[in-house]
């Protein structure tokens, strides 16, 4: 017998469990239209800031993993123009490509875009570290933060960080090495020296141990069963948390707060209620600057050595400002100093055009906390917002011919001196030159 659904008599037929099957596809059927309906259906409001949002609730995710991101970003930017809408991993977003606008987003109206991280990111880091807040909270620890990176701060440890490159350099003699794990090593060990003044302390072997274990963990799935690298990492962090508050507690016991971050945070109080900062807000914030400070630092030193060798005249350039530094230091039977630092101009600029060029951090995320007007679009509350610091730094209207690997373009001024991106890099660069700047020195010098 043929079955026809709008028989009425059509079900009784069937056995229950079949009946089911049909029923429950029924359902998600028209649950799927539903959802189209309701996609395309849904009011459009004019002031949403152009672009296309996709397939329902895919988006552009396929696409954004299938194309080139440069293109990607690009081919949007040319049709939409510096401020448009997309879809990407279940989330309504608007790409930011101009540099007032990223730091409308980042600076001016920084309160009405809140940073937006995956849980398992803020467990693993501490929720207390800087990363996951706004206001007051915020500003302190940022300024507490950029004291540690003043050059104050920092020049004093100009000769452990040419220590640290003098152990390392004969590890890579006639060895062929993965150049970025080395460069992690050494960016690892600086960031340890400025985050506590000293790589001396007997902890600092277990400290950086329990970083690795955390470290490996930290782009894993957040499955948290006992044998997942993401407990594991969990694991570690419970305790890198407890090795780092008996440090806090010895510094405070014994009335020295010590160098580094470490010391600038255990002596930090608020003007008026003099509140000390608590050792959970300290060691979160302490695990945070290591997190920020070494995978960049290292990507940046891999790109300088990858375009240094690719440009074999710029290469011999900056050897020829290296020796010369060098020689001054053999000649004064010294080691380098923050002084010797400041004179390298060359080596600077190559530093700047990898940091445009490379753009290690593509973008970043906020999600606007209310409705928001900005620049005559409205971006609704819960939209992600991104500003793309790479489409800033090779838009070609800030920087001619921007694909060209190109140090010369900074002996004038950029004219990005507005953007974001920028701000961040000058707020950062005494400090993370410092990084930077020493190794290849000690590269090119020894
Ligand atoms: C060349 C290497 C670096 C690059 C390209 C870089 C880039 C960035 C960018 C783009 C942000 C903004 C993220 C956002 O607001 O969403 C950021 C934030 C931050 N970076 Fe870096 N960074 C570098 C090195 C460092 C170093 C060496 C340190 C510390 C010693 C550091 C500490 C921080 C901190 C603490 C923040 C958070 C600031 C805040 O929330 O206001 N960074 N970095």
Redesign the pocket.
Same mark, same amino acid.
């Given at each position: 017998m043929q079955l026809s659904l709008s028989s009425p008599f059509a079900l009784a037929t069937l056995g229950y469990s079949q009946a089911a099957i049909l029923m429950v596809l029924a359902l998600l059927c028209s649950f799927l239209l539903l959802l189209l309906f309701l996609q395309w259906h849904r009011p459009r409001d004019k002031r949403l800031p152009p672009g296309s949002m996709g397939w329902p609730y895919v988006g552009e995710t396929l696409k954004l993993y299938t194309e080139n991101p440069n293109s990607f970003f690009s081919n949007r930017q040319k049709r939409f123009g510096d401020i448009f809408k997309t879809h990407i991993l279940g989330c309504p977003c608007v790409m930011i490509s101009s540099p007032e606008a990223a730091r409308t987003v980042?600076v001016t109206r920084a309160h009405l875009f809140k940073?937006t991280y995956p849980t398992s990111k803020e467990k693993m880091i501490g929720p207390e570290a800087?990363?996951f807040h706004q206001g007051s909270y915020?500003s302190r620890l940022?300024k507490l933060?950029q004291a540690s990176?003043l050059p104050s701060a920092i020049r004093g440890s100009v000769s452990q960080i040419e220590q640290i490159v003098l152990e390392l350099l004969p590890t890579w003699k006639s060895n062929t090495i993965n150049t970025l794990q080395e460069m992690k090593r050494y960016a690892f060990d600086v960031a340890m020296i400025?985050a506590f003044g000293s790589k001396q302390d007997l902890e600092m072997e277990g400290i950086k141990h329990l970083y690795r274990c955390l470290e490996k963990g930290y782009n894993s799935m957040p499955l948290d069963f006992p044998g997942t690298p993401f407990h594991k990492a969990m694991k570690a962090r419970k305790l890198l948390d407890e090795k780092l508050r008996s440090l806090i507690q010895k510094r405070r016991q014994s009335g020295r707060h010590g160098g580094g971050l470490l010391g600038i945070l255990l002596g930090a109080k608020e003007h008026v209620k003099l509140n000390q900062l608590s050792d959970s807000q300290i060691a979160d914030n302490i695990i945070g600057?290591i997190f920020?400070?070494q995978d @960049?630092?290292a990507s $940046?030193l891999t790109w300088i050595l990858k375009y240094l060798h690719d440009n074999q005249d710029l290469l011999e350039a900056v050897t020829r400002e290296q020796e010369g530094i060098r020689s001054k230091i053999v000649e004064a039977n010294r080691g380098l100093t923050w002084e010797d630092t400041r004179r390298m101009p060359l080596t600077n600029r190559v530093i700047q055009e990898t940091?445009r060029t490379a753009s290690?951090?593509s973008f970043?995320f906020r999600e606007a906390v209310q409705d928001v007007e900005f620049e005559g679009y409205l971006i609704p509350k819960g939209w992600k917002v991104l500003p793309l610091?790479r489409s800033i730094h090779h838009c070609a209207d800030f920087f001619p011919q921007p694909e060209k690997f190109d140090p010369s373009r900074f002996e004038v001024r950029a004219r990005m001196i507005n953007s974001l991106?920028y701000v961040?890099l000058a707020t950062?660069q005494k400090? @993370?030159y410092a990084? $930077?700047c020493r190794l290849p020195v000690m590269l090119l010098s020894h």
């Open positions: 980042l940073p800087l990363f915020h940022k933060v990176l400025s600057v920020a400070a @960049t630092t $940046v940091l290690i951090l970043t610091f991106a961040h950062y400090h @993370t990084h $930077v």
